[in-house]
Structure formats: C-alpha cells, structure tokens
C-alpha cells in the first residue's frame, strides 16, 4: 500500500519549500485556498489526497508519498476576467460575480472570490493578486457561449420576460400542474406539500427560489433552490406513479453526477418539517434559526 504524508513532508522529500508545493497543488487544481486553510477540491480527492485529523494541529491534507502533480487541461482561447465577462453582456463585474456565485461556479472569500468543484469543471482558474492577495477567478472565453450563464442574465435583466410570462413555454407536466397554491412569500407553487416547504422557508428567513433551472446544460428544474449554500430542495410525491419514479431517478443521477447538494424530502418528512430540514439544512452550515 502506498504511504500518505502531509504536504510538508512531502515538498520535503521533494526538496521544495512547502509554500511552493501548495501553489504547485492549487495551480494545478488539487486544492484551494479558503479563510487561511486549504481544501480539497474534487481533482485532488481523485488524486488521492484525504484530510487527516491531528489533536494538536487540526484538519491537515495528506497525500500518496508517489504523488504525480498532472496539470488540468485548460480549453483553448484565452481567458477572461468578470470584468471582461461584464463587458460582453453590459452589465457590472460586481452583478456577474453574483450571477455566477448563483450559479454555483465561484464561492464567496473574506475578500475576493474562489473557484468552486463546478466551476473547475468548466474551466474555471483560480487566480490571486501578487500586490494585495485577494483571490479572483479567470475563465475560458467558451464561458460567453454556455447556456446556463445567459440563461441567468436573461433572467436576471429581464431579457424575453414575455416570452416566459406564462408556462406555455414549459413542459408538459408543468402545464399539467398547475401553479394554483400561493404560499406566504407570494410564490405560486403545484402542490400543497410544496406550499408547506415555501412556508417553512419563508417563515425561517431561508432565501430561497422555486423551480431553478440547473446551471447545467441538461434541462432540469428544482423544486427549491437556496443560494446560501447552494443547496436543491426536492419533494417526491406521486410515488406511485412508474412515470414520475422514471423522472425521479433521472434526475437523482444528475445531482449525483455534478455532486450537487440535495435535501430529498417525502410526505412523512413535510409532515415534521420543523424537526427535518433544520437537521438537514445545518450538513450544508445553514442554520435555520
């Protein structure tokens, strides 16, 4: 079995100053940085890295002692800033920081912004400023074309808010169900169970938004999204219906497949709402009350 030592050891046995090594993981994808402490990103998990817990210096990331550092491929092009990203759809850097943070792809720093696991995936680069170290992001230019990001700005501007006035434009189960049960924030939802979860939502001062499209180029819709945390809420219901459990599966598999964060809430669980989903909600650090 192959040994595991920490980064120090092994950037000595390598003959590098730790600092160096750490900026040869981060750069390569394996980590990054957050609050003074380095984490794991799923490229390094891959690699085989893991935490390990010392009582006398806490969590720590350890690594195959034969550990071969393999640069992440970049998309061809150049890469571009929020700022430059602002500037192909008019808007500010600060409103495409947020629509990306929306989205998923970056995570708020104490200062600055950090690539997330998805935003790695589609390309994003971690960067940090040599004068005042504040982190930012670069991303492929191909960034422009992706369909989850313009259909944010679409939404977020109000692009073609006529065409989507109405729910003509929306699958056949969302015609099917309608919208008719108004929860207490004034969000039209399809069932009664789903009214309950908005409620809960509401009521525990939770920020949260119905049927999200996923920034993912599948066509999949949540039941609730909540942006602290990028957090999906899904309510099963019609269980015993083989269509909607076909449904169901599908889109389990793709939350799986982005390792996106899921609550997955039945009939009992609406039922003891105040007992579930703050024990839920508190794994993603979101306290209800």
């Not at 449904?247 to 039945?266: C, H, M, P, S, T």
Request: net charge negative; aromatic share 12%; charged share 25%.
């Amino acid at each position: 079995m192959t040994a595991k030592i920490s980064t120090s050891q092994l950037a000595k046995a390598r003959g590098l100053a730790a600092k160096a090594l750490f900026n040869q993981l981060a750069d390569a994808g394996y980590i990054t940085r957050d609050n003074d402490e380095w984490h794991l990103t799923e490229v390094g998990k891959n690699a085989q890295g893991e935490y390990k817990q010392s009582p006398k210096f806490g969590q720590y990331i350890v690594w195959p002692d034969s550990l071969e550092i393999v640069e992440q491929p970049e998309f061809d092009g150049k890469k571009l800033s929020a700022t430059q990203i602002s500037t192909h759809f008019n808007l500010t850097s600060q409103k495409i920081n947020q629509i990306l943070d929306e989205l998923g792809w970056i995570n708020k720093a104490v200062k600055g912004w950090k690539v997330s696991n998805s935003g790695l995936r589609l390309g994003g680069v971690q960067k940090e400023d040599f004068r005042t170290g504040v982190p930012y992001v670069m991303w492929d230019e191909s960034v422009l074309k992706n369909s989850s990001l313009i259909h944010s700005v679409n939404e977020i501007t109000g692009a073609n808010a006529e065409a989507k006035s109405t729910d003509n434009s929306v699958s056949n189960f969302r015609q099917k169900f309608e919208a008719k049960h108004r929860a207490a924030d004034g969000h039209y939802v399809r069932s009664k169970a789903e009214m309950l979860i908005d409620n809960w939502l509401y009521m525990a001062g939770i920020v949260h938004a119905y049927e999200r499209k996923l920034p993912i180029e599948e066509d999949l819709y949540c039941d609730f999204y909540l942006p602290t945390g990028k957090v999906y809420i899904e309510f099963w219901g019609l269980e015993d219906d083989p269509k909607y459990a076909d449904r169901k599966k599908v889109k389990q598999d793709l939350y799986a497949k982005y390792g996106f964060n899921l609550i997955e809430l039945n009939d009992d669980d609406v039922q003891n709402l105040d007992d579930v989903l703050p024990r839920m909600l508190l794994k993603f650090d979101i306290k209800a009350y």
